[in-house]
């Protein structure tokens, strides 16, 4: 099995930055894509920026120039820096990765989310 935690949700001002983080552990043998995904409320859950095992990156258009994804691959870690947060950021977001187990099965996994607030 793989878990997903993730860490770093807050309450801020506009203007100010976060920093999330997602850790992945468990029986994992291979792990492919990372990304994070956020939900505000009444609002579909959609994609807010990938990174590949190669660190190919990906993001939503509203967040790019202020969103930076990396990871650390030594301990199966994804980040997402978020700066000069908008009131609109506000939602809950979600952690996902590809992971293939011991066992050679690839699911998508998901954390269970973290809440971000911005206030203007």
């Known amino acids: 099995q793989v878990q997903l935690v993730e860490s770093g949700g807050g309450l801020v001002q506009a203007g100010e930055s976060l920093r999330l983080s997602c850790a992945a552990s468990?029986?994992?043998?291979?792990?492919?894509?990372m990304g994070w995904y956020r939900q505000a409320p009444g609002k579909q859950r959609e994609l807010v920026a990938s990174?590949?095992?190669?660190?190919?990156?990906n993001y939503e258009k509203s967040v790019k120039g202020r969103f930076t994804i990396s990871r650390t691959n030594a301990n199966n870690t994804v980040y997402l820096q978020m700066n000069a947060l908008k009131p609109e950021d506000t939602a809950v977001y979600y952690c996902?990765?590809?992971?293939?187990?011991?066992?050679?099965?690839?699911?998508?996994?998901w954390g269970q989310g973290t809440q971000v607030t911005v206030s203007s």
């Open positions: 996902n990765a590809q992971a293939a187990d011991m066992r050679g099965k690839w699911n998508l996994y």
């Open positions: 990174i590949s095992s190669g660190g190919s990156t």
């Open positions: 468990g029986s994992i043998a291979r792990l492919n894509d």
